[in-house]
């Protein structure tokens, strides 16, 4: 069982799983995806789609500190 960072894993809980919407595209998710990206921009969360991922691979890559490579 998988849950949102921070949050709690209620499974006994009536309450509908929060879906996740891309932040390019808007294509809806119910539950988290795993070829899904997340960024924190401002302190806020931003998911994108896999599609949306891999068409932006450059522009994602280019804004990582170069500690990273």
């Known amino acids: 069982m998988?849950?949102?960072?921070g949050?709690?894993?209620n499974s006994g809980s009536d309450t509908e799983p929060?879906?996740?919407?891309?932040?390019?595209?808007?294509?809806?998710?119910?539950?988290?995806?795993?070829?899904?990206?997340?960024?924190?921009?401002?302190?806020?969360?931003?998911?994108?789609?896999d599609t949306c991922s891999r068409e932006n691979l450059r522009a994602i890559e280019g804004r990582l500190d170069s500690a990273w490579w």
Not at 2 to 5: A, D, F, G, I
Not at 21 to 31: E, H, L, M
């Open 2 to 5: 998988t849950s949102l960072p």
């Open 7 to 9: 949050g709690s894993d």
């Open 18 to 49: 929060q879906s996740l919407v891309c932040a390019r595209c808007g294509t809806r998710a119910k539950a988290p995806q795993p070829t899904w990206t997340c960024s924190v921009e401002n302190g806020t969360r931003h998911y994108v789609c």
